[in-house]
């Protein structure tokens, strides 16, 4: 399936495909396009739009893309819920503060858009990041049970 966001990835332009290949859809291809072009290439290639304004897979009710995405697809893994907690945290100005890791993901993020402006290429970087920190929320939640 084809799947379309907006253009100069960050957290959850990152986290989203991350998720959606590790447990949606491995064989998805992800598309970056300039906001204005989000919705011709829905049109056009029949790709799902995320984390771009007023679409389901988007920031809604609070919630940043990566945690609609889990709700859409009804994800329940307890190590998957706390990288969402950091991946909201990250992504919301607003929230930051909200868990301690946040800021070091906000920090990663800007870095390797900073050393790989591409997206694709900096998706394929990122995901070893987000492998490795869904090892980590893992190992806390089987600490915690």
């Known amino acids: 399936m084809k799947w379309v966001t907006r253009s100069h990835v960050h957290v959850d ?3 989203c495909p991350w998720l959606i290949s590790r447990f949606i859809d491995s ?8 906001k204005s072009q ?3 290439v829905v049109k056009e290639m029949g790709a799902i739009p995320y984390d771009v304004p007023n679409v389901e897979l988007g920031h809604r009710d609070g919630k940043c ?3 609609s995405i889990i709700e859409k697809y009804g994800l329940t893994d307890p190590a998957l819920l706390r990288l969402a907690k ?7 100005e607003t929230d930051l503060r909200a868990d301690e890791i946040a800021p070091g993901l906000e920090a ?3 870095g ?10 900096n998706l394929s970087r990122q995901f070893d990041v987000y492998d490795a920190l869904f090892a ?3 190992l806390q939640v089987a600490k915690q049970g």
């Open 13 to 15: 332009r990152v986290a």
């Open 27 to 34: 064989d998805a291809e992800f598309i970056f396009v300039p």
């Open 38 to 40: 989000v919705e011709e």
């Open 65 to 67: 893309s990566f945690e």
């Open 86 to 92: 950091i991946v909201h945290a990250a992504d919301i």
């Open 108 to 110: 990663v993020a800007v």
């Open 112 to 121: 390797y858009s900073l050393r790989f402006p591409d997206d694709t290429e």
């Open 136 to 138: 980590w929320c893992r």
